[in-house]
């Protein structure tokens, strides 16, 4: 079984930053594509960024692209969020998530559901 847990999260002022990791347990996620979601009260859970099984290549919406890197660390089973530039509307839990699956690429819908284990999320407040 999978575990995914996130923190790194806080609030913090507007053009500020904030780096989320994502520590994996249960089984070695290194051959799996993995993302970043978030969801802001109210709404819908939103793509944030994905990254490829190898690291090679890197997906972003165009809210964040330019202000949020993805990365991760094969050696220690962890997925990186780098945040930058945040706005108050980057304000939501975000949330990391695997999957994990027979097709090894990252999926062109940016669905949650594309997804298949997810973390209990760390909550971002950005002031203005």
């Known amino acids: 079984q999978v575990q995914l847990v996130e923190s790194g999260g806080g609030l913090v002022q507007t053009g500020g930053s904030l780096r989320l990791s994502c520590v994996a347990s249960g089984r070695t996620l290194s051959t799996y594509p993995m993302a970043w979601f978030r969801q802001a009260p109210g709404k819908e859970r939103e793509f944030v960024s994905a990254i490829a099984w190898n690291g090679a290549d890197t997906y972003y919406p165009d809210s964040v692209k330019g202000r949020f890197t993805i990365s991760r660390d094969h050696a220690k089973n962890t997925l990186y969020l780098q945040m930058n530039s945040l706005k108050p509307e980057d304000t939501a839990i975000y949330y990391c998530?695997?999957?994990?699956?027979?097709?090894?690429?990252?999926?062109?819908?940016?669905?949650?559901?594309?997804?298949?284990?997810w973390g209990q999320g760390t909550q971002v407040t950005v002031s203005s």
């Open positions: 998530a695997v999957r994990i699956r027979e097709d090894r690429r990252v999926p062109t819908e940016y669905d949650p559901w594309e997804y298949d284990y």
